[in-house]
Structure formats: C-alpha cells, structure tokens
C-alpha cells in the first residue's frame, strides 16, 4: 500500500506536465531562458514534499489503526522512499516528454505500474520466481525500495547493512532523473 501510494505521488509530475502541454501554457515556459534542469525541478519538487507527506501519513495510519512501527530507524524508511520518488517522478517526467496527450501518459504509466508491482516481490515473492524473472526484477526499482522497507519494518535493519539498496536506488533515481532532463524538448 505505502509503495502504491508513494509511486503514484512520483508519477503526479508527468500528468501535470502532459496537461501544460494540452492546454498549450507550456509554450509559454518553452520560450524562457531557463535551463532544462531549471525547468524540470521545480516540476518535481512539490511531489516529493506531497510522496513524502504521503509515506508520513500512511505510516501514522498503519500505527494508529493496526498497531504497525518499523522495528527500525524511520530515517532509512524516509531516505529509500525520497530516492524511490525521486527515481518514480524522473521516469514519470520522462514519459511526459515524449507524449502528447494525457490518456497516452496515463496508458504507458499504467504499463509500468503493472509491471513493477508484479515484478517487484510486492505479491510474489522474488525467490518463488523463475530465474528468468528474478533476473528482470533487478532491474526494476520497486524491487530495491521494498527490500528496503521489509528490512527496516520487519527486522529493523540499519541503513549501513542496506546499502547495495540504496545505491540501486541511487543509480536508478540518477538515470532516471537525467533522462527526463535529457528528454525536455525546450525551444529557447
């Protein structure tokens, strides 16, 4: 539920970018002397406050009304889900670039939350896989965020025994945050 939740707030960027261009105020900004970073932080910036507002009120709610506390540091929880969100609104953000109307976005978004929520050990444990599939899992980064989370949760796991995690997600959330910069089409 937190990595459905969080997820969603990462993909929030690309239906707000996809609507400017329908609506046709992004020639506007097309047209300024910014850079593409410029352009596309603060884009994403307001829905990593809203994902990381979201994981704080869903793991009060799970407290309050199941009982539910990570055995571990909330610290780590935060720092996995602002690289998942980071990592989530850089592919969202990307996909945005290259289309051009909102039902296009939402169809290819909806793809990959299929896939990462199958894939990503959510449902399915990852060892009940098949090879083949335990390898695609890897590169997928719902797969990292939620070891993340089980291990902290459930064991109580440091952040210093979770860094391969980290640094997955770290790796992805560049790769991802680059391309959508790479990918603004910006007429300057």
Do not use: H
Request: with cysteine; hydrophobic share 55%; net charge positive.
């Amino acid at each position: 539920m937190i990595m459905l939740l969080v997820m969603l707030c990462g993909f929030l960027p690309a239906l707000n970018l996809v609507s400017e261009k329908e609506t046709g105020t992004i020639e506007q900004i097309n047209v300024t002397p910014v850079s593409r970073l410029t352009f596309t932080l603060p884009k994403l910036i307001p829905y990593w406050v809203i994902g990381t507002a979201v994981l704080g009120a869903a793991m009060l709610l799970a407290w309050i009304v199941y009982g539910l506390a990570p055995a571990g540091s909330i610290g780590t929880i935060f720092l996995a889900a602002g690289l998942f969100v980071l990592t989530m609104s850089g592919l969202g953000v990307a996909i945005a670039n290259r289309s051009e109307t909102m039902q296009q976005t939402m169809f290819v978004m909806f793809f990959f939350v299929m896939i990462f929520v199958l894939m990503s050990g959510l449902i399915t444990p990852i060892a009940s896989m098949p090879g083949w599939a335990q390898a695609i899992t890897r590169l997928l980064p719902p797969r990292y965020f939620i070891g993340i989370m089980r291990a902290v949760y459930l064991k109580g796991t440091a952040l210093g025994e979770l860094w391969g995690d980290y640094a997955a997600l770290a790796g992805f959330a560049l790769v991802f945050g680059m391309s959508a910069i790479l990918t603004c089409r910006k007429r300057t």
